[in-house]
């Protein structure tokens, strides 16, 4: 459960199919300040610790500045007397790593996206029969997923140019025709001036991509009713009043599948009295799923949230993978839960893109008792005669 | 008896005279320059279109010069025309020369070139004050509208057009500047500056030294325009402020930054006050309690190319309507309280303003918007909605909207409410004359009075025009005067 507390909604903005909804924070965090390092266009290469390797087009990276003793930070860069220093670097080791005392680079995003690329990525735990030999050696390896940049979704660039910031603004809630798209919060509102134009360099879902191009979205005009209002006192109640009811209807209908999205929730950094954490969904079919990555303070209060929705075929893929895992991997098991036979189960392994996981026999076998089987084919390829 | 079609064509005369007011077909902060020039040819094309009668007496409305030039090519395009020569004439005369050449050459491009056209040329080169000084400043120019009015320029200024380096000297000062120039370099600062700036780099001249020398020729535009870089060659250009219209002083003062702004303070409000004044003229003090909304969000930005256009409009309206009031009160959209300082940045609560407005118990509310409200959309139309059908149905209170950004969308300038008047503005210097105007959007005047106030401002202009015309007859001595003749057919 993502936490918006401390964070007020603000009136939404619309261009095309996007809607864009501020969120003023009263009093910004001083003591952690972040700054967006902006790399080159080629793509660029991660080691992870488990010598796994992360590829992926990255256009920046955040470092993190905080201060141990609760006093302000300054954003990395933009501290007197310390030049920014440009290390032309493609390789990177780690996704969040620090780079010097009380700063951290990590790379937005990008570390969500690949603790969702590396969900049960060791594979079969138990070697059933029916896993391929690969399968079982190798895990999901290797495993790759497509998003859209920012500047691929139609209107995006045009509406994070013409949105006009509100003053403490700290975070930015994006919808694609009236569906959540993404969030992003930083922890003071210099931060999100400066990184607010990052947003179009961003990975988006596919989802997003689409409903950008086919869904506009309209303005909610504000409705005042006369009968009520008899002075300008009044006038003014009823503005507030509006801007009240905006508010919650957003953060209790518009945003709940958002805000509920994180189910399992891992730790990666410590940084003081932050913590640098990220979130898979629950995977649930026909709702939205979003991963995505959170620094909280020790008391659980959001500092920066960065979020990516899933396409469903994404979310089906995690899905899948969850319930297998689920029951050890176990085929048969895992289709009694799903409440569908086996054969069934391995096609639908087969339509997600995990079909090389299964022995080649086995699937051909799957797929004859999906289409009827084989004894009304005869050799030639012609159908028999009913018997 | 107003039938539908006479509701309509004031709705569209009204249109059009937003747009052709605010629109420059450059970028603005919600659409590019090409999307602007497109709606605007198509809004051009559509008056001609359906009110031919009408569109030439649009001129007379204070259109902005990128559309009156429009209007003229339009018109001088059209076969047949005619009985606009003089309401032509008239805004060719008014408009800034580098702007005419600009339609001299692009009538030449288009390759329009009937006798109404060549006249028109014709007359206008024989309008100006001095030609030769045009024939070194936009030389090229020039020689290309005598061409193609199949001019025969008298005397020296052919020679110098056509084969400059025929003659060994020059009667006419300038012209003999010109020709000294390329070889003395005394003799290039007698030149305009466009001109020398030129030379000087020819003949490697110091900046520093170029400025201090050339400053008593610069013109007042280019004083203002090279202030901030020849003070840091340490040369004074003294550019006058006060003796500039009211938008660019605010435009100049926008552009400067916060610590300048304060330094100079006394100097730039002086300014400011100064242009306003004279702005308001005899009108001012006469507008009683008058309460003003200004739009200083992010969007009043404008473009790169218009940089703070609809902010520098806001700054201006603020002092003239501060001059033109009895008692004046201006709330910024973003709460700020002093203008001076005023910088685009914010979203448009413009609503809850509207309300701060209207409790000051004021005689007229002017907004100045963009019309982007957007904290939350449509509260300031719900406000205005509210305000006029609950707590003043006599309509005691008078609202103007002047919206300085046309949309390219709506094909005008975006409207608040239905309820409230909505009029382009460019230059605050209009501003009394547009709140004239928003009478007629206002619904309640019908189109046979918008025509007679069409027709009744070109008549106006039409004998300006040809007072002028006669005036000119007069001055043209022969021998005195360069003297233009249209070169025979053969």
Same mark, same amino acid.
């Given at each position: 459960?993502?936490?918006?507390?401390?964070?007020?909604?603000?009136?939404?903005?619309?261009?095309?199919?996007?809607?864009?909804?501020?969120?003023?924070?009263?009093?910004?965090?001083?003591?952690?300040?972040?700054?967006?390092?902006?790399?080159?266009?080629?793509?660029?290469?991660?080691?992870?610790?488990?010598?796994?390797?992360?590829?992926?087009?990255?256009?920046?990276?955040?470092?993190?500045?905080?201060?141990?003793?609760?006093?302000?930070?300054?954003?990395?860069?933009?501290?007197?007397?310390?030049?920014?220093?440009?290390?032309?670097?493609?390789?990177?080791?780690?996704?969040?790593?620090?780079?010097?005392?009380?700063?951290?680079?990590?790379?937005?995003?990008?570390?969500?996206?690949?603790?969702?690329?590396?969900?049960?990525?060791?594979?079969?735990?138990?070697?059933?029969?029916?896993?391929?030999?690969?399968?079982?050696?190798?895990?999901?390896?290797?495993?790759?997923?497509?998003?859209?940049?920012?500047?691929?979704?139609?209107?995006?660039?045009?509406?994070?140019?013409?949105?006009?910031?509100?003053?403490?603004?700290?975070?930015?809630?994006?919808?694609?025709?009236? @569906?959540?798209?993404?969030?992003?919060?930083?922890?003071?509102? /210099?931060? =999100? *001036?400066?990184?607010?134009? !990052? +947003?179009? $360099?961003?990975?988006?879902?596919?989802?997003?991509?689409?409903?950008?191009?086919?869904?506009?979205?309209?303005?909610?005009?504000?409705?005042?009713?006369?009968?009520?209002?008899?002075?300008?006192?009044?006038?003014?109640?009823?503005?507030?009043?509006?801007?009240?009811?905006?508010?919650?209807?957003?953060?209790?209908?518009?945003? @709940?599948?958002?805000?509920?999205?994180?189910?399992?929730?891992? /730790?990666? =950094? *410590?940084?003081?009295?932050? !913590? +640098?954490? $990220?979130?898979?969904?629950?995977?649930?079919?026909?709702?939205?799923?979003?991963?995505?990555?959170?620094?909280?303070?020790?008391?659980?209060?959001?500092?920066?949230?960065?979020?990516?929705?899933?396409?469903?075929?994404?979310?089906?893929?995690?899905?899948?993978?969850?319930?297998?895992?689920?029951?050890?991997?176990?085929?048969?098991?895992?289709?009694?839960?799903?409440?569908?036979?086996?054969?069934?189960?391995?096609?639908?392994?087969?339509?997600?893109?995990?079909?090389?996981?299964?022995?080649?026999?086995?699937?051909?076998?799957?797929?004859?008792?999906?289409?009827?089987?084989?004894?009304?084919?005869?050799?030639?390829?012609?159908?028999?005669?009913?018997? | 008896?107003?039938?539908?079609?006479?509701?309509?064509?004031?709705?569209?005369?009204?249109?059009?005279?937003?747009?052709?007011?605010?629109?420059?077909?450059?970028?603005?902060?919600?659409?590019?320059?090409?999307?602007?020039?497109?709606?605007?040819?198509?809004?051009?094309?559509?008056?001609?279109?359906?009110?031919?009668?009408?569109?030439?007496?649009?001129?007379?409305?204070?259109?902005?010069?990128?559309?009156?030039?429009?209007?003229?090519?339009?018109?001088?395009?059209?076969?047949?025309?005619?009985?606009?020569?003089?309401?032509?004439?008239?805004?060719?005369?008014?408009?800034?020369?580098?702007?005419?050449?600009?339609?001299?050459?692009?009538?030449?491009?288009?390759?329009?070139?009937?006798?109404?056209?060549?006249?028109?040329?014709?007359?206008?080169?024989?309008?100006?004050?001095?030609?030769?000084?045009?024939?070194?400043?936009?030389?090229?120019?020039?020689?290309?509208?005598?061409?193609?009015?199949?001019?025969?320029?008298?005397?020296?200024?052919?020679?110098?057009?056509?084969?400059?380096?025929?003659?060994?000297?020059?009667?006419?000062?300038?012209?003999?500047?010109?020709?000294?120039?390329?070889?003395?370099?005394?003799?290039?600062?007698?030149?305009?500056?466009?001109?020398?700036?030129?030379?000087?780099?020819?003949?490697?001249?110091?900046?520093?030294?170029?400025?201090?020398?050339?400053?008593?020729?610069?013109?007042?535009?280019?004083?203002?325009?090279?202030?901030?870089?020849?003070?840091?060659?340490?040369?004074?250009?003294?550019?006058?402020?006060?003796?500039?219209?009211?938008?660019?002083?605010?435009?100049?003062?926008?552009?400067?930054?916060?610590?300048?702004?304060?330094?100079?303070?006394?100097?730039?409000?002086?300014?400011?006050?100064?242009?306003?004044?004279?702005?308001?003229?005899?009108?001012?003090?006469?507008?009683?309690?008058?309460?003003?909304?200004?739009?200083?969000?992010?969007?009043?930005?404008?473009?790169?190319?218009?940089?703070?256009?609809?902010?520098?409009?806001?700054?201006?309206?603020?002092?003239?309507?501060?001059?033109?009031?009895?008692?004046?009160?201006?709330?910024?959209?973003?709460?700020?309280?002093?203008?001076?300082?005023?910088?685009?940045?914010?979203?448009?609560?413009?609503?809850?303003?509207?309300?701060?407005?209207?409790?000051?118990?004021?005689?007229?509310?002017?907004?100045?918007?963009?019309?982007?409200?957007?904290?939350?959309?449509?509260?300031?139309?719900?406000?205005?909605?509210?305000?006029?059908?609950?707590?003043?149905?006599?309509?005691?209170?008078?609202?103007?909207?002047?919206?300085?950004?046309?949309?390219?969308?709506?094909?005008?300038?975006?409207?608040?409410?239905?309820?409230?008047?909505?009029?382009?503005?460019?230059?605050?210097?209009?501003?009394?004359?547009?709140?004239?105007?928003?009478?007629?959007?206002?619904?309640?005047?019908?189109?046979?009075?918008?025509?007679?106030?069409?027709?009744?401002?070109?008549?106006?202009?039409?004998?300006?025009?040809?007072?002028?015309?006669?005036?000119?007859?007069?001055?043209?001595?022969?021998?005195?005067?360069?003297?233009?003749?249209?070169?025979?057919?053969?």
């Amino acid at each position: 459960m993502i936490d918006l507390d401390g964070l007020e909604t603000r009136p939404a903005q619309t261009w095309g199919a996007l809607r864009l909804v501020p969120l003023v924070r009263r009093e910004p965090i001083v003591d952690l300040r972040l700054h967006a390092k902006v790399y080159g266009d080629e793509p660029s290469v991660v080691f992870l610790p488990d010598r796994t390797v992360y590829t992926a087009y990255v256009p920046h990276a955040f470092v993190a500045s905080w201060t141990g003793d609760g006093g302000p930070a300054a954003a990395y860069g933009t501290q007197l007397g310390q030049p920014l220093r440009r290390v032309p670097v493609r390789l990177r080791r780690r996704m969040a790593r620090r780079a010097d005392r009380n700063r951290l680079r990590f790379l937005p995003l990008h570390l969500a996206v690949e603790g969702f690329l590396a969900l049960h990525f060791g594979g079969p735990e138990i070697a059933w029969e029916e896993w391929s030999r690969r399968a079982v050696a190798h895990g999901l390896s290797p495993r790759a997923e497509d998003a859209y940049t920012g500047a691929q979704v139609r209107g995006l660039d045009d509406a994070l140019k013409v949105f006009e910031i509100h003053p403490g603004q700290c975070g930015l809630l994006l919808y694609a025709a009236d @569906a959540p798209a993404g969030a992003f919060v930083v922890p003071h509102p /210099e931060d =999100y *001036r400066a990184l607010h134009p !990052t +947003l179009v $360099r961003d990975l988006y879902g596919e989802l997003v991509y689409e409903y950008a191009m086919l869904h506009p979205a309209r303005d909610f005009p504000a409705v005042i009713d006369d009968a009520a209002v008899s002075s300008l006192a009044d006038l003014r109640a009823e503005a507030d009043r509006h801007e009240r009811e905006w508010a919650g209807f957003h953060d209790s209908v518009m945003a @709940a599948g958002l805000l509920r999205a994180p189910e399992r929730v891992e /730790e990666i =950094y *410590r940084m003081g009295r932050f !913590t +640098l954490s $990220r979130f898979l969904p629950s995977f649930e079919r026909k709702g939205d799923n979003h991963i995505g990555e959170t620094i909280t303070d020790e008391e659980g209060r959001l500092a920066y949230l960065k979020t990516f929705r899933l396409s469903e075929a994404q979310s089906r893929r995690g899905h899948l993978l969850s319930v297998l895992a689920a029951h050890g991997w176990s085929l048969p098991e895992a289709a009694a839960a799903l409440g569908i036979d086996v054969a069934a189960l391995g096609m639908r392994l087969e339509r997600a893109g995990f079909g090389h996981l299964l022995r080649q026999d086995v699937l051909d076998g799957y797929r004859k008792a999906v289409s009827g089987g084989g004894r009304r084919t005869r050799r030639g390829g012609g159908t028999s005669p009913p018997a | 008896m107003e039938t539908y079609a006479d509701l309509i064509e004031c709705e569209d005369l009204l249109l059009f005279a937003n747009a052709a007011i605010t629109s420059t077909g450059q970028r603005e902060f919600h659409s590019q320059a090409g999307e602007q020039r497109l709606s605007l040819g198509f809004l051009h094309d559509y008056i001609q279109g359906n009110y031919p009668d009408l569109y030439a007496l649009t001129l007379a409305l204070d259109v902005n010069e990128h559309n009156a030039a429009l209007i003229i090519a339009n018109l001088l395009r059209q076969k047949g025309g005619a009985g606009d020569a003089r309401l032509i004439a008239w805004r060719l005369s008014r408009m800034s020369p580098p702007r005419v050449y600009r339609l001299f050459g692009r009538l030449r491009r288009e390759g329009v070139n009937n006798r109404r056209t060549r006249a028109i040329v014709r007359d206008w080169l024989a309008g100006r004050p001095d030609l030769a000084f045009d024939a070194v400043k936009y030389r090229a120019a020039v020689k290309s509208a005598v061409r193609h009015a199949h001019l025969r320029p008298a005397g020296e200024l052919g020679d110098f057009l056509f084969a400059p380096f025929g003659r060994a000297r020059y009667e006419t000062p300038v012209l003999e500047a010109w020709r000294r120039a390329h070889y003395d370099t005394s003799a290039l600062y007698d030149l305009p500056y466009t001109v020398a700036e030129g030379f000087a780099a020819r003949h490697g001249i110091s900046r520093a030294v170029f400025l201090e020398r050339i400053a008593p020729r610069l013109t007042r535009l280019e004083r203002l325009r090279l202030a901030g870089a020849a003070e840091r060659d340490g040369v004074r250009t003294d550019a006058d402020l006060a003796a500039l219209p009211l938008v660019r002083v605010a435009s100049y003062v926008l552009s400067l930054d916060h610590r300048t702004r304060a330094e100079r303070r006394a100097e730039l409000v002086g300014a400011l006050r100064a242009s306003a004044a004279r702005a308001a003229g005899a009108r001012a003090g006469t507008w009683g309690t008058v309460t003003a909304v200004l739009d200083d969000s992010f969007s009043s930005y404008g473009s790169p190319v218009k940089r703070r256009r609809p902010l520098a409009v806001a700054l201006a309206c603020h002092h003239l309507l501060e001059a033109l009031a009895g008692t004046y009160r201006g709330l910024w959209v973003s709460g700020g309280t002093d203008p001076l300082m005023a910088r685009p940045s914010g979203p448009t609560p413009l609503g809850r303003r509207i309300v701060d407005a209207l409790e000051t118990r004021p005689g007229l509310v002017v907004i100045v918007s963009d019309g982007w409200d957007n904290a939350p959309p449509g509260l300031a139309a719900e406000v205005l909605r509210v305000w006029r059908r609950r707590l003043d149905p006599g309509g005691e209170v008078g609202v103007v909207h002047l919206n300085p950004v046309y949309d390219t969308e709506q094909f005008d300038v975006r409207r608040l409410s239905p309820m409230v008047p909505t009029v382009g503005i460019r230059d605050a210097e209009d501003l009394p004359a547009l709140v004239e105007l928003a009478r007629f959007a206002e619904g309640r005047t019908g189109v046979a009075e918008l025509r007679a106030y069409l027709e009744d401002r070109a008549a106006v202009r039409d004998r300006v025009a040809l007072g002028e015309r006669r005036a000119l007859d007069d001055r043209a001595a022969p021998g005195e005067r360069l003297t233009l003749g249209e070169r025979g057919v053969s």
